[in-house]
C-alpha cells in the first residue's frame, strides 16, 4: 500500500513538472515595453507559437483592452489579452508556427477591400494579360503600424493619396502588407497596378508600410511577404520561375529603402539588373 502511495506521488510530481503552461498566439502578436504603448514594441509572437510562464499570467486593462504581461525574447512585454489562448500541455509548450510556415501552399491573411474600407476604384482597372513574371517590392515611405486598425487606416490613406493626389484610378499596389503580419488586397491578384511604371502589366507590386531607409521590417511582415509570394506561386498567379526586385531597381527612387534592399538580396529570386538605381549592397550581410 505504501509502495503505491509513493509510485502515484512520484507520477503527479513527473507530471507537474513536466506540463507547460502555455499562452499560444491567435495570429501574429505584437509584444511592447508598455501595457497600452503601442510605440514601444519591440518584437511579434508568430501566428501559432506558444509561449511558456511558471506562474499566473499577470492582467492590467488600459484604454479598454486587457493586457497579458510575460516574458518573450529575454524581456517582460504586455500583449494584448484577445491575442492568447492559454493552454497547458504534457511536456512543454507545442510551436505550431513552424508547421505553418512549411507547408508550402499556406496563404498569409488577406484582409479583402472590404474589410480594410476600400473606396471603389474611379474606373474599370484591366486584368493582367499573362501570368506575372516579376515581383516588385516597395516600401510605403511614411510611418509605421503594428495593428490591424493603424494598418487599415494607413491602407486607406495610401488609397487616397494615390486617387486624390495623383489622379490613379485606385490604390497602386496590388498588395500591402503592415508589420502586424497582415496581408492588405490593394488591386489583388489580377489586376494590372499603377506601382512600378513601365513594368506595371508584368509583375505585381507588393508594399510594405513604412520607411525602410534605415531600418527594416520586422519578421511578421517579412514572413507575410515571403508567405504571400509563395501563395501566388502555388495558387498560379505568379510564374514559378519569377524575378524580385526592388521598385528602385527599375525607377529612380529610394523605394524599398536601404536596409530593406539588403534583406532582399539575401532572399530567392532577387535579381538585381545592370543599370538598377538601387544603392550598393551591405556586404557585412551574407547571401543565403
Not at 228 to 239: E, Y
Request: aromatic share 10%.
Amino acid at each position: 500500500m505504501i509502495w503505491h502511495i509513493i509510485v502515484f506521488i512520484n507520477i503527479i510530481h513527473r507530471t507537474i513538472a513536466e506540463d507547460g503552461h502555455c499562452a499560444c498566439a491567435i495570429g501574429n502578436v505584437a509584444v511592447y515595453r508598455e501595457a497600452g504603448r503601442l510605440e514601444t514594441q519591440f518584437s511579434v509572437i508568430p501566428s501559432g507559437q506558444c509561449v511558456q510562464h511558471r506562474d499566473e499570467l499577470r492582467f492590467v486593462t488600459l484604454s479598454n483592452t486587457t493586457w497579458t504581461s510575460l516574458e518573450y525574447a529575454g524581456q517582460i512585454g504586455f500583449v494584448d489579452s484577445n491575442m492568447l489562448s492559454p493552454e497547458v500541455w504534457n511536456g512543454g509548450c507545442p510551436d505550431r508556427s513552424q508547421s505553418v510556415r512549411d507547408v508550402p501552399n499556406q496563404c498569409p491573411r488577406i484582409i479583402t477591400r472590404q474589410e480594410w474600407g476600400a473606396r471603389p476604384p474611379s474606373h474599370l482597372i484591366s486584368n493582367l494579360p499573362a501570368t506575372p513574371q516579376y515581383v516588385f517590392i516597395h516600401h510605403g515611405a511614411g510611418s509605421r503600424c503594428f495593428t490591424e486598425s493603424a494598418c487599415s487606416d494607413k491602407v486607406k490613406s495610401y488609397q487616397d493619396f494615390h486617387m486624390d493626389t495623383r489622379g490613379w484610378w485606385d490604390i497602386g499596389y496590388s498588395f500591402v502588407v503592415g508589420e502586424d503580419g497582415n496581408v492588405y488586397e490593394a488591386r489583388g491578384w489580377d489586376k494590372i497596378g499603377a506601382h512600378t511604371y513601365g513594368h506595371n502589366s508584368v509583375g505585381i507590386g507588393i508594399s510594405v508600410i513604412g520607411d525602410f531607409r534605415t531600418v527594416t521590417p520586422n519578421q511578421a511582415a517579412l514572413n507575410a511577404v515571403t508567405q504571400l509570394i509563395a501563395c501566388g506561386v502555388n495558387t498560379g498567379k505568379i510564374q514559378t520561375n519569377y524575378t524580385m526586385q526592388g521598385h528602385c531597381d527599375v525607377v529612380r527612387t529610394e523605394c524599398p529603402g536601404k536596409s530593406f534592399l539588403d534583406i532582399l538580396n539575401t532572399w530567392p529570386h532577387y535579381h538585381r539588373p545592370n543599370g538598377s538605381y538601387c544603392p550598393p549592397f551591405d556586404e557585412s550581410i551574407q547571401m543565403k
